[in-house]
Structures are given as structure tokens and as C-alpha cells.
């Protein structure tokens, strides 16, 4: 049995396949990202799934991609929870952008990034992955993420810049009492998943002239922070994982076209496609 996993901060999806394959089972966990979740909270999150832990035996590969993987120290600390599980297992992490980059099936070069809870971007040149700026993580990066539009906006409601109409609109959704989001944010686990839950306010209204301004500041910013770093991304197309691209696709092209460049195609889910890249490998 053969599991491949995609993963960022909020959820990690799963796929089992055979070697002929096959597809066993398709199943969701929490994130595990090993930057933000001790190894208890990881090991938890694994076992606790029935369908994985019935199979912990039978598992022979596991390919993982995720979100906070950037760092072989990062991968290490991973490794020591799928190995402690999948005693039998090969064991290969990737950061998220390398399952990026391999869910779109291609061998034509392009800057390829993720715009989910988190946000990250690689240039792929047909054959490797380059990497020029390691990640930080939701407190310092992250621009257009899910937790960073959750931030922006959280902060506008405190700051009073938020329009009343929807200021009374996102009271009414979430609690937005100091005592809950202090909680929320420096005592629970997985503030940046909280973050994002908050910012998917922003994407449901996103039709306000407020939430256009707030939407297209934070794609500028990865633009200009991110894409731009790499001098082909004038040349070659720009690709897009995540829900956060899928949602904001039109606002996506927008921004693009205000610095001449080049949509290639958006995917929102690359499990499936990052399943049958490693089926038609084996």
C-alpha cells in the first residue's frame, strides 16, 4: 500500500493507492504542519483516523507534501511521528510546492503558487523546482492567504475601517469579543487556521468595493513579493493550488494583468492529480 498526502495547516488530504493504482480509500485529517503542531498534537491527528491506522502496518511508501516542510529540520521532526507509526514505510516529505508543482502534470516551465490557509512560490523550469525565499510562516508572510486576509480584516473591524454595513455583518458570524480572539489566537492551537476561518468573510462579500480593496492589496502583495522574484515570471505562465486562488480566480487574473502577466491555470484540489503522477511512477 502506497499513501500520498497533501497537507497544509488546516486540513491534510489523503490517498491510498496499490501498486497497480488502485485507489483504497480517499480521506481528510487536520493539517500537520510540523512548523506550528508538537509531536503529540501530529501523532494524534495520524492515529486517530481509523482508515489510516487499520492500514499502519501494511503501508510500504508514503509520500507527503507539506505545508511548513521547507526545512530538513522541519521534515526530521515529521519524520520521527510517520515513523513511529508506518513502521514499515519508506518515508518522503516535500515541501508543498514541490506537490504544487507535480499536480500540474506539465514539464512546461512556470512559476507555480499556493494560495490556501498559507502561501508560498516556486519556479518550476521544466525539471527541478527553484526556491529563492524559504517561508516564515502566517506572522510574517503568507500574503493573500487565507489567515493573512483574516488578520487584515480582524484588524480593520478593531481599527473601525471596516464599512458599518459589514462590520455588523461579521459581528453577527463570529465572536468577535477581545476575550475569544486573544484565546483564539495566542492560547489554541492552529491560530493561522483560525485566521483563515475568519478570512473566508472577505471571500463571501467579496463583492464590496471594501473587500475588492482588501482582496487585490494582498494579491499585490504576493505579486510583488513573491512572483516577481523570479525574472521568468514575465516570460512563462503563472500557476495557482489552493482554495483561496479557486475562490478569488476572476480577482486573480485581475491583479495579473495589472503587471502583464500570464495566468496558466488554477487548481483547487492537487491530490488527485498528485495521485496519479506517483501511480503512473511505480
Known amino acids: 500500500m502506497i499513501l500520498v498526502a497533501d497537507s497544509g495547516s488546516t486540513k491534510t488530504n489523503w490517498i491510498a493507492i496499490d501498486r497497480k493504482g488502485e485507489v483504497h480509500f480517499k480521506i ?29 502496518d501494511k503501508v510500504e511508501r508514503i509520500f507527503f507534501y507539506g505545508a511548513g516542510c521547507g526545512t530538513q529540520t522541519a521534515r526530521n521532526y515529521l519524520y520521527e511521528v510517520f515513523d513511529d507509526v508506518f513502521v514499515n514505510a519508506n518515508i518522503e516529505i516535500f515541501e508543498d510546492t514541490i506537490a504544487a508543482v507535480k499536480s500540474l502534470q506539465t514539464t512546461e516551465p512556470g512559476v ?31 500574503d493573500a492567504s487565507g489567515n493573512y486576509y483574516g488578520k487584515q480584516i480582524l484588524r480593520d473591524y478593531y481599527f473601525n475601517n471596516m464599512p458599518k454595513d459589514l462590520a455588523e455583518k461579521f459581528e453577527k ?12 489566537l495566542y492560547k489554541n492551537d492552529n491560530p493561522n487556521t483560525y485566521l483563515a476561518e475568519l478570512g473566508k468573510f472577505i471571500i463571501v462579500n467579496k463583492k464590496s468595493g471594501y473587500a475588492q480593496k482588501v482582496i487585490k492589496d494582498g494579491l499585490r502583495s504576493f505579486v ?38 500570464k495566468l496558466g491555470k488554477i487548481v483547487r484540489h492537487p491530490i488527485i492529480t498528485l495521485a496519479e503522477h506517483h501511480a503512473k511512477s511505480m
Open 112 to 142: 507555480v503558487c499556493i494560495l490556501g490557509t498559507g502561501s508560498n512560490c516556486s519556479y518550476f523550469d521544466g525539471k527541478k523546482t527553484h526556491q529563492k525565499v524559504i517561508s516564515l510562516g502566517y506572522i510574517i508572510m503568507d
Open 224 to 261: 510583488e513579493h513573491q512572483i516577481l522574484q523570479f525574472e521568468e515570471s514575465k516570460t512563462t505562465p503563472i500557476y495557482f493550488v489552493g482554495s483561496i486562488a479557486h475562490f478569488l480566480h476572476d480577482e486573480v487574473v485581475e491583479v495579473l494583468e495589472e503587471y502583464d502577466l
Open 173 to 184: 458570524e463570529y465572536d468577535l469579543s477581545p476575550d475569544t480572539i486573544k484565546e483564539r
Open 28 to 56: 481528510d485529517t487536520k493539517g500537520l504542519n510540523p512548523a506550528v503542531f508538537s509531536k503529540e498534537t501530529l501523532f494524534d491527528r495520524v492515529v486517530s483516523k481509523k482508515e489510516l491506522n487499520d492500514i499502519k
